[in-house]
């Protein structure tokens, strides 16, 4: 099994993706990352090593993004080739293969071949092999008079087939040289891309954290981790926004930022716009809830600018 696995943006930025809970992101990617080259991982073991409980799994499940092949919670990445497309000459076979056929009948599996190097590689040693087989049945041997005109004569046919055989390597090692070029660009772009999500993700978790700080009250380190794991599931300005929303009631509390950020969830809101218009619609229902007016910190002034944006 392959030691680095690809992950497709497509799939894992997608609404239906990011709308799931937080633990089902990242066991699924943890599935993929344990999953062999035709992407049939066991789950029942990597749910253990990553300590998600299998109520996650059933979501993903149920999101058509896994398929159970077995009792044992042997699953298939759905979107696998989505996410990683394996070379046929680097590629084995699952040991699941049979059962993946069986539960998935007209499913498309690579099929692994060796590397066009290895046939001449064997080819050559057949040949020789069929030589010495042939001198030994003739009563030949090295040490014989016709053995030495023997070799005098395969030198010379030697020289004369020795620019083909040369130009055929050069041309095959070209062609490998050129595969690998191409592989080490697309690797070193994929890193380019990770590590500018990285950068953004941490100065994203920084300023979360700042916000957090300022705007609640009775915090605790395990709030703070808790509120930077939705922004798996929303952008920044929505965390920052109910933030700043707790911070102009009385008693600003994680739990109550957590309660809008979980009415959000459910109801899919994604963007700040429709989080006004949530607003708008609650406040023809309701018109008599107020916001706290105290405000040290100064996160009230900003959040009524953000409510009173148009």
């Given at each position: 099994m392959a030691n680095r696995r690809m992950f497709s943006k497509k799939i894992c930025r997608s609404?239906?993706?990011?709308?799931?809970?937080?633990?089902?992101?990242?066991?699924?990617?943890?599935?993929?990352?344990?999953?062999?080259?035709?992407?049939?991982?066991?789950?029942?073991?990597?749910m253990q090593a990553v300590g998600v409980e299998e109520q996650y799994?059933?979501?993903?499940?149920?999101?058509?993004?896994?398929?159970?092949?077995n009792d044992d919670l042997v699953s298939y990445i759905i979107d696998w080739r989505e996410h990683n497309v394996i070379r046929a000459d680097r590629k084995v076979d699952s040991i699941y293969k049979d059962l993946l056929l069986k539960a998935i009948p007209g499913i498309k599996l690579v099929e692994p071949k060796k590397r066009a190097t290895s046939k001449k590689k064997e080819s050559s040693e057949q040949e020789g092999q069929s030589n010495d087989s042939q001198m030994e049945v003739n009563g030949q041997?090295?040490?014989?008079?016709?053995?030495?005109?023997?070799?005098?004569d395969?030198?010379?046919?030697?020289?004369?087939g020795q620019h083909k055989i040369s130009q055929d390597n050069i041309s095959q090692d070209k062609l490998e040289k050129e595969n690998l070029k191409k592989e080490n660009i697309e690797e070193d772009n994929t890193s380019e891309i990770s590590i500018e999500q990285i950068e953004k993700t941490e100065?994203?978790?920084?300023?979360?954290?700042?916000?957090?700080?300022?705007?609640?009250?009775?915090?605790?380190?395990?709030?703070?981790?808790?509120c930077i794991n939705y922004l798996k599931c929303f952008p920044i300005e929505l965390v920052e926004y109910a933030l700043i929303r707790t911070g102009?009631?009385?008693?600003?509390?994680?739990?109550?930022?957590?309660?809008?950020?979980?009415?959000?969830?459910?109801?899919?809101i994604n963007t700040l716009q429709q989080v006004k218009q949530d607003e708008k619609e609650f406040k023809k229902n309701n018109n008599n809830s107020e916001a706290d007016s105290s405000d040290?910190?100064?996160?009230?002034?900003?959040?009524?600018?953000?409510?009173?944006?148009?």
């Open positions: 609404a239906k993706f990011l709308k799931m809970p937080s633990e089902s992101h990242k066991l699924y990617l943890h599935l993929i990352l344990d999953a062999d080259d035709d992407g049939v991982v066991e789950a029942y073991s990597v799994f059933d979501i993903l499940v149920e999101k058509g993004y896994v398929k159970v092949l041997t090295n040490d014989s008079p016709k053995a030495d005109n023997r070799q005098t395969d030198r010379q046919m030697t020289d004369i100065k994203d978790y920084k300023k979360i954290k700042i916000i957090f700080e300022n705007s609640l009250e009775d915090i605790t380190e395990e709030n703070i981790n808790e102009m009631i009385k008693n600003p509390t994680w739990q109550y930022t957590k309660k809008i950020l979980n009415s959000w969830l459910a109801k899919g040290p910190n100064g996160f009230k002034r900003k959040g009524e600018e953000l409510l009173n944006e148009e």
